[in-house]
């Protein structure tokens, strides 16, 4: 329990000085709570000493008893209010740099690490957990010092008045504490298995909802639906599982703070009728009796939460001490586009290699059509060039320069990237136009946007500009969210474009004003294109036939038409679906 509580101190990093202050007020708080009972306590035996030497009670008395009463009070509320200005935002404010530290990290962090984690896991890691931080973190290291902080208080109290009434509260308080870290560790234990199965909820929740669309058409439940209920049920008897663990352990804390009470009226009552000490500090003792352990008795709530606050701190960890993908890269400026792949060989999983040996040079300035069947290894040849992922051997150079020595972002200042299935945020089209160039100006957006052939149909929208896209860009169609997507591309102005040419079937309005917007975007730059269309194959300065991962042939077209081999039966086949179209 104690451990988890440096940890979170830890973690609230340069607000611990907020944190330790406000502690020390709790404690002054929790102060002024014993002294209006003391005074009270204190003016009675006052007054009972009086009435048996048949004398007045002072005035004096009585204004100063008044007086110390509401000063107490006045300070307790005082006190109070200054821990909770000190203490409350914390886990507001670090929580809120985490989760900006959190998405730059998975900025960096290869493509793979989303496939080899579920995307359910760091959903988890980046709101629950980060959630129970923020919310419960100081919350609990509150409840723990303030708890504490309060009991000690009234245990000076104890020693000055009965030193043995304090010795069984100590005692009380020492065997509660044994059950509570008995609690924290049960909890330890099982938050990494809910955690699990919040994650395996959360996996459950993404897929049948993405899924619902299929779900709808087909009009069957299917096993999204039963992944999602087996989900929940496991989710329930775990809970439940903990609770019955978690029961044991809270029954001898509250028993071992009962005890000490009673404890305490009793050796209190004996040493009333020995005459050790008096009435008033008598009922004085019965009353703290009551209220002593109240403080100490809810931190049990604390440290079960704990037990879940360390697990998620566990978490959170595993996911920031992810290895970056450029952690070694610094910020360069290539002297030309040139892109040569030599030996190059990659494979997603360590068993299974998808790309094999490859060597091929782009020229600066010059379109290259990447053209193979599906499954080949086009996309993945594409996204090496990005750096989303990393070689297994052999290197990629850009201007003389291997990808590795870049930072990401140095990197991909040099690229714009039009991929087949369009992603636009839920924000406006104007944002999403400028989501890579951040700076631009309202004439260069329209600007670009009249380039890629979409200025026209965002003026039509009511909002025009302002509009805001639905998420996925649902309310748009196809052909739309593709043009959108050539401005975006368009506004980026960088020297290198990679483009998935589409292959969904667009209508030929839209694959006219596609087509006028790819020309506007690829002009005087250096191309990489999965291309579909003969125009486009027919045009590249030079084709790559990806086959199996390796490239098959290489050349222009009409080289490699006089060549036997998977080019020509690819045309043929081209052209002839080309033909039926027409
Ligand atoms: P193409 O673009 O030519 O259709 P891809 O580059 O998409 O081919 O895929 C090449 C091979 O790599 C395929 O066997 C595909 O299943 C596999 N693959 C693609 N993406 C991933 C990924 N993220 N994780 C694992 N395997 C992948």
Redesign the pocket.
């Known amino acids: 329990m104690f451990k988890t509580m440096k940890r979170i101190i830890r973690w609230a990093g340069k607000y611990q000085k907020r944190l330790w202050l406000g502690a020390v007020f709790s404690f002054f708080s929790s102060f002024m709570t014993a002294v209006p009972t003391m005074t009270a306590a204190y003016a009675l035996d006052q007054a009972i000493q009086a009435y048996w030497r048949n004398s007045r009670i002072e005035n004096t008395l009585i204004w100063q008893s008044l007086w110390i009463i509401v000063f107490s009070i006045a300070f307790n509320f005082l006190f109070s209010y200054l821990k909770a200005v000190l203490q409350e935002s914390i886990g507001y404010e670090v929580a809120s740099g985490q989760r900006i530290h959190l998405g730059d990290i998975l900025k960096r962090v290869p ?2 690490y989303f ?1 080899r984690n579920n995307v359910g896991e760091i959903l988890t890691g980046v709101t629950t957990e980060l959630s129970t931080l923020e919310l419960q973190g100081m919350k609990m290291v509150d409840v723990i010092i303030n708890g504490y902080a309060k009991f000690i208080a009234i245990l000076l109290c104890f020693i000055w008045f009965s030193p043995a009434a304090a010795f069984i509260s100590a005692a009380g308080v020492i065997l509660s504490a044994l059950a509570l870290s008995g609690i924290s560790k049960n909890s330890e234990r099982t938050a990494g298995v809910t955690h699990k199965s919040m994650e395996a909820m959360s996996s459950a929740a993404i897929e049948y909802i993405r899924g619902l669309p299929i779900v709808k058409s087909f009009g069957q439940e299917g096993v999204s639906i039963e992944r999602f209920h087996e989900a929940s049920r496991a989710l329930k008897d775990i809970h439940i599982k903990i609770e019955k663990g978690y029961t044991p352990f809270n029954c001898l804390h509250l028993f071992a703070l009962k005890l000490a009470s009673m404890g305490i009226v009793l050796v209190c009552a004996w040493q009333t009728l020995q005459g050790q000490i008096s009435l008033a500090y008598f009922l004085m003792f019965v009353l703290f009796s009551f209220v002593l352990f109240g403080s100490v008795e809810t931190i049990n709530e604390a440290s079960h939460t704990l037990g879940v606050i360390d697990s998620a701190m566990d978490k959170l960890e595993s996911l920031e001490n992810v290895k970056y993908i450029d952690e070694d890269g610094s910020d360069i400026r290539p002297d030309s586009c040139d892109i040569v792949f030599e030996n190059v060989s990659f494979g ?2 360590a068993h299974s290699t ?1 790309l094999k040996d490859l060597n091929f040079t782009i020229p600066q300035n010059t379109t290259t059509a990447i053209v ?10 594409c ?1 090496l060039i990005a750096r989303f992922y990393d070689v297994n051997s052999g290197k990629i150079t850009l201007g003389g320069r291997d990808l590795r020595e870049f930072t990401c972002d140095s990197l991909l200042k040099n690229i714009s990237m039009v991929f087949q299935n369009v992603y636009l945020f839920r924000d406006t089209i104007r944002n999403n136009i400028k989501f890579g160039s951040p700076d631009a100006t309202e004439a260069e957006i329209v600007a670009a946007a009249k380039a890629a052939c979409c200025h026209d149909f965002i003026m039509a929208l009511p909002q025009g500009y302002d509009t805001i896209v639905g998420e996925s860009g649902s309310s748009l169609s196809g052909g739309e969210k593709q043009r959108i997507s050539i401005a975006r591309a368009m506004l980026k102005n960088a020297p290198i474009v990679i483009l998935d040419e589409a292959t969904a079937s667009i209508d030929p309005e839209n694959e006219h004003l596609i087509q006028e917007a790819i020309s506007a975007l690829t002009h005087g730059k250096t191309i990489i294109i ?1 291309a579909h269309r003969l125009a486009t194959i027919e045009k590249a300065d030079q084709i790559l036939v ?1 086959d199996g ?1 390796t490239v098959a042939q290489k050349g222009t077209h009409e080289e490699l038409l006089r060549q036997e081999g998977t080019y020509r039966k690819f045309i043929a086949i081209r052209e002839k679906a080309e033909g039926w179209r027409i």
């Open positions: 493509l793979g496939s997603y999983e998808v193979g069947p599906s499954g080949s290894g086009k996309s993945t040849l996204n999965i990806i991962g």
